[in-house]
Each structure stands twice: as C-alpha cells, then as structure tokens.
C-alpha cells in the first residue's frame, strides 16, 4: 500500500510502499512494547502500593519529585500559586504555607550562576544515586570543575539515604491493597 499522507514528517520518505510482511512486522514490534510498557505500569503500581504500605503519602511523594525536577525560579512559582489558589479557595492551610525563597538568581551575576550551577549538580547526582540507581562513573560535568565535585558529594549523599533508607521490609506478592 503507498502511503497518500502528503503531511509527512521530517524523515518520512512518502516514496516507500509499505508490504504487508513489513506491516506486520511493526505491529509485532509495536505489541511488544505495549506489553512490556504494561508490565512496567503494573510494577510501579506494586511499588506504589509498598511505599504506601511503608507510609509514604504518594501524592505529597509525587509532588515533591516534581519540585525536584523544577528550577529555582518554577519552583518557587508552583509554591507561591498553589498558596495563592489555597488562600483564594479559602483552603485551612494556615500562615504555615507561606515558604520563603531566597531571590531568583540575577543572570547577569556570574557567582551568583555558578553557585546555583553547583547547587543544582549537588541536587542531581543526589537523585541520580537515590532515584536513578546511576553510579558515580556517569557523571556529566566535566572532570576537576565545581559542578563535577559537588554532584560527586550529592551521588555520594544519595547513595548513603538509600542505603540507609532502604532497609524497609517490602509489602509480600499477597498484599493487594488498589493504588489509584
């Protein structure tokens, strides 16, 4: 069958006739992965469900990952509108919420950069050990600079939580407490 899509993207060369062995072939494939992702989805659901059972609140859990994953400035954007949205709906959170940051990085100040640069390579090679399960040799900054030493201090700080952290009994295969 000759494929008529004439919004092919970059890369698709319109020209090639698909066959029905090729077809198949990529059904298969595409199966396949829909398998394996469904067996990966059924894990983290059973790792979910250990992690409540060790009394991990999941959705606090699940948003302090996303703040991990922001910079300073979205960071401090998701907390101050999350209090402002609270206070508008009138939620009791109390005068507890109100978080203070320090100031947003001025851009044009290099010390100011290269402290947030170190700070944030101490952040990532702590989660690249305790989240990521990476070891100390994948390390992206170059070697003898600041950044590369402060992740070598987070990864080893990460590696020291999980151990010591990681001590908890897992739920057994019986347990069947639902997720979401």
């Not at 060369?13 to 394996?36: G, P, Q």
Request: glycine content about 6%.
């Amino acid at each position: 069958m000759k494929d008529t899509n004439s919004e092919a993207g970059e890369g698709h060369n319109s020209a090639v006739e698909c066959t029905r062995a090729d077809f198949l072939s990529w059904v298969k494939t595409l199966s396949d992965i829909e398998h394996k992702l469904d067996a990966l989805k059924a894990e983290k659901k059973k790792a979910r469900k250990q992690a409540r059972a060790a009394g991990v609140v999941l959705g606090d859990m699940d948003a302090a990952l996303k703040l991990c994953d922001m910079n300073q400035a979205d960071a401090q954007a998701h907390v101050t509108n999350l209090a402002t949205y609270a206070e508008w709906l009138e939620a009791p959170i109390g005068h507890q919420f109100k978080i203070e940051f320090p100031n947003v990085i001025d851009e044009d100040d290099d010390d100011a950069r290269m402290a947030e640069l170190v700070s944030k390579a101490r952040r990532d090679g702590f989660h690249a050990a305790l989240r990521d399960g990476k070891s100390s040799a994948e390390n992206p900054h170059p070697g003898g600079s600041d950044a590369c030493a402060a992740w070598h201090e987070g990864h080893k700080k990460g590696l020291e939580v999980k151990a010591a952290e990681t001590s908890v009994e897992p739920m057994g295969d019986d347990d069947t407490d639902d997720d979401d």
